[in-house]
């Protein structure tokens, strides 16, 4: 009878109640709440999903990210070797790739302005790094927390991960895809606060039809002057072209469905779960978090706000041809952010079709992202 009291009490030990403390049990809900919002209300299911999964197993069963040398048997956990992807970059360059391969850079070269729109939005970023400076972070540290701004998950990933900062990279992973999910609910009173009525409801020409040869020489073209001028930022644009490409060719429709469905797929699930899986309660649950949540909010609005008053200035130069709204899809949150400024388009003036010309900056603004990562790669000599 003792054998058998002895192995029950052993098995019943061995089940995370007894090993849970406070902290893993808030995020198991923190999680649950992140599971919700994707189910219930569609808020970036594709991202959120793995993430709140990753999150919660990683509360449960911690050993799912241990390295192999804290294991006694020297085989690390499963989503420890997803998470060395992360932190080698390679899974955001692919994610990249992925991008590429699904977007039409079509509204961004039939309107060319659109990439001033797209660089007034990274002004969230430079924003978040002085203040995250002033709140006590370190150069490179604010450097990958600022990036938030962008509202691009990977390139925060990349960013976080060349500048040797993975302990941030969980918190800074999960600031920047939630916001990026919660764009529809964020944007719109800041687009509302900086525009009257009037602007809103500015109809825009219609763009010009986008050549089959312009279409090929753009990602070209782009390769070669951002790489030639920032070469640190050929993994991500050097992919993000590399994509694009494919598709615009016409001549390797496998690989363009490749790259923008079953490999962009593999990658989001591998990604999402492994950045959740980083978010352990004693990874999260500290000040510095806290800071990283507050500073990538300050960040994403000053972004909308640097897009939207860049867009009232250019709408005044042109004498009412440009809509403001469009400015705030500067951010790279694609197509999000450029469906947000359609809706509050369309709320001002029903028969108003903003969406392809908020294309344009949107696309712009992923450039945009990958240019500001690679300045601050630059600054410090990575």
């Given at each position: 009878?003792?054998n058998?009291?002895?192995?029950?009490s052993n098995?019943l030990h061995?089940?995370?109640?007894f090993?849970?403390?406070?902290g893993?049990?808030v995020?198991?809900?923190?999680?649950l709440?992140?599971l919700?919002l994707?189910?219930?209300h569609?808020?970036?299911p594709?991202?959120l999903?793995?993430?709140?999964?990753g999150?919660?197993?990683?509360?449960?069963?911690?050993?799912?990210?241990?390295a192999?040398e804290?294991?006694?048997?020297g085989?690390?956990?499963?989503?420890h070797?997803?998470?060395?992807l992360?932190?080698w970059?390679?899974l955001?360059?692919l994610?990249?790739?992925g991008?590429?391969a699904?977007t039409?850079f079509?509204?961004l070269?039939?309107?060319?302005?659109s990439?001033?729109?797209?660089?007034?939005a990274?002004?969230?970023i430079?924003?978040?790094y002085?203040?995250?400076?002033?709140?006590?972070f370190?150069?490179?540290?604010?450097?990958a927390i600022?990036?938030i701004g962008g509202?691009?998950?990977?390139?925060?990933?990349?960013?976080?991960?060349?500048?040797g900062?993975t302990?941030?990279m969980?918190p800074?992973?999960v600031?920047?895809?939630?916001?990026?999910?919660?764009?529809?609910?964020i944007?719109?009173?800041?687009?509302?606060l900086?525009?009257?009525e009037?602007?809103?409801?500015i109809?825009m020409?219609?763009l010009r039809p986008?050549?089959?040869?312009?279409?090929i020489?753009?990602?070209?073209?782009?390769t070669?002057?951002?790489?030639?001028?920032?070469?640190t930022?050929?993994?991500?644009?050097?992919?993000l072209m590399?994509?694009?490409?494919?598709?615009e060719?016409?001549?390797?429709?496998q690989?363009?469905?490749?790259?923008s469905n079953a490999?962009m797929y593999?990658?989001v699930?591998?990604?999402?779960?492994s950045?959740?899986a980083s978010?352990s309660?004693?990874?999260?649950?500290?000040v510095?978090t806290l800071k990283?949540?507050?500073?990538?909010?300050?960040?994403?609005a000053?972004?909308t706000?640097g897009?939207?008053l860049l867009?009232k200035?250019m709408?005044?130069l042109t004498?009412?041809?440009i809509?403001?709204?469009?400015?705030s899809?500067?951010?790279?949150?694609?197509?999000m952010?450029?469906?947000?400024?359609q809706?509050?388009?369309?709320e001002?003036?029903p028969?108003?079709?903003?969406?392809?010309?908020?294309m344009?900056?949107?696309?712009a603004?992923?450039?945009?992202?990958?240019?500001?990562?690679?300045t601050?790669?630059?600054?410090f000599g990575?």
């Amino acid at each position: 009878m003792s054998n058998i009291a002895n192995t029950l009490s052993n098995l019943l030990h061995q089940t995370a109640f007894f090993n849970l403390t406070v902290g893993n049990y808030v995020m198991i809900v923190v999680a649950l709440v992140f599971l919700y919002l994707a189910i219930r209300h569609g808020f970036e299911p594709l991202l959120l999903v793995p993430i709140a999964f990753g999150m919660l197993l990683v509360n449960i069963y911690p050993d799912i990210m241990a390295a192999p040398e804290q294991m006694e048997n020297g085989v690390g956990g499963l989503l420890h070797y997803f998470y060395i992807l992360d932190e080698w970059s390679i899974l955001p360059s692919l994610i990249f790739m992925g991008v590429g391969a699904m977007t039409d850079f079509g509204p961004l070269i039939a309107n060319p302005k659109s990439f001033l729109l797209g660089a007034a939005a990274q002004l969230g970023i430079y924003a978040a790094y002085f203040l995250a400076i002033i709140m006590g972070f370190n150069g490179k540290a604010a450097a990958a927390i600022s990036i938030i701004g962008g509202a691009d998950g990977p390139t925060s990933i990349f960013l976080a991960g060349k500048l040797g900062q993975t302990t941030l990279m969980g918190p800074i992973a999960v600031a920047a895809y939630s916001y990026m999910s919660l764009v529809p609910i964020i944007q719109p009173p800041i687009m509302k606060l900086f525009t009257t009525e009037k602007e809103r409801k500015i109809k825009m020409e219609q763009l010009r039809p986008v050549s089959k040869l312009e279409k090929i020489l753009f990602p070209i073209v782009i390769t070669i002057v951002v790489c030639m001028i920032l070469p640190t930022t050929a993994p991500l644009i050097g992919m993000l072209m590399l994509g694009n490409l494919f598709r615009e060719s016409g001549v390797v429709k496998q690989l363009t469905e490749t790259a923008s469905n079953a490999l962009m797929y593999i990658v989001v699930i591998l990604l999402g779960t492994s950045v959740g899986a980083s978010t352990s309660a004693e990874a999260f649950l500290n000040v510095s978090t806290l800071k990283i949540v507050a500073l990538g909010l300050i960040a994403f609005a000053f972004g909308t706000m640097g897009g939207v008053l860049l867009g009232k200035l250019m709408c005044k130069l042109t004498n009412g041809k440009i809509n403001p709204l469009i400015g705030s899809a500067g951010v790279s949150a694609v197509p999000m952010a450029a469906r947000v400024s359609q809706k509050v388009g369309a709320e001002a003036d029903p028969t108003n079709f903003l969406l392809m010309h908020a294309m344009g900056p949107n696309v712009a603004g992923v450039i945009g992202t990958a240019v500001a990562a690679g300045t601050f790669m630059a600054i410090f000599g990575v």
